[in-house]
């Protein structure tokens, strides 16, 4: 009788989540990246696999192209979007790589909000994200990837949109591994 007993508490504790990612003891962790090159995607994608964390990802519904992302042209579709601040370039859509399931903020306590820093920025799309969910009592971590400048505001700029989340930080991990990251994450949110 007592193990029958222990095996439903045990079983009821499993299913309400109570053992959810205890990597982080934070209850549930998503990772949201937007990446036009492929370098912000495989950081991201090995982050959340080692913290065991779902994933999706911002798909833009203008997918930019190398002349889109020229840095050294100032009407480059990249420089424009970066120079004006109301810029909002749409999504397209949501897409998980690890579920079936939709984006849904409500189901997370934390959200990894993982881009590349264009013109010490974050891309405008970011920003689209952002103001685009109810971030009330969620916890929000940035983590960039850069070819020189580094995080610099980018977190705490995005954190502004981010009405009412409780911005932990953020760090730049162009060459940091998933190993790295669990690190980082798990002390931010200790």
Not at 52 to 62: C, L, R, T, W
Not at 111 to 132: D, G, H, N, Q, R
Request: with cysteine; charged share 20%; hydrophobic share 40%.
């Amino acid at each position: 009788m007592k193990k029958q007993i222990l095996t439903l508490l045990l079983g009821g504790l499993i299913m309400t989540g109570a053992f959810a990612n205890p990597s982080t003891g934070s209850g549930n962790v998503a990772f949201v990246y937007f990446s036009a090159t492929g370098t912000t995607e495989r950081m991201a994608k090995n982050a959340a696999k080692e913290m065991g964390a779902d994933i999706f990802e911002i798909q833009p519904v203008h997918k930019y192209t190398d002349a889109d992302l020229n840095w050294h042209d100032k009407k480059s579709l990249t420089t424009i979007e970066c120079n004006d601040p109301k810029c909002r370039p749409a999504i397209e859509s949501m897409v998980s790589t690890n579920s079936a399931a939709n984006f849904d903020i409500s189901a997370y306590e934390t959200v990894i909000l993982c881009y590349p820093i264009w013109w010490a920025y974050a891309p405008k799309i970011m920003y689209t994200f952002v103001e685009s969910q109810k971030w009330g009592g969620k916890r929000l971590v940035t983590l960039c990837t850069s070819g020189g400048s580094g995080l610099g505001r980018s977190g705490s700029d995005l954190a502004k949109f981010a009405k009412d989340a409780d911005f932990k930080g953020g760090k730049d991990f162009t060459r940091g591994s998933g190993a790295a990251i669990k690190k980082y994450v798990e002390g931010l949110l200790k």
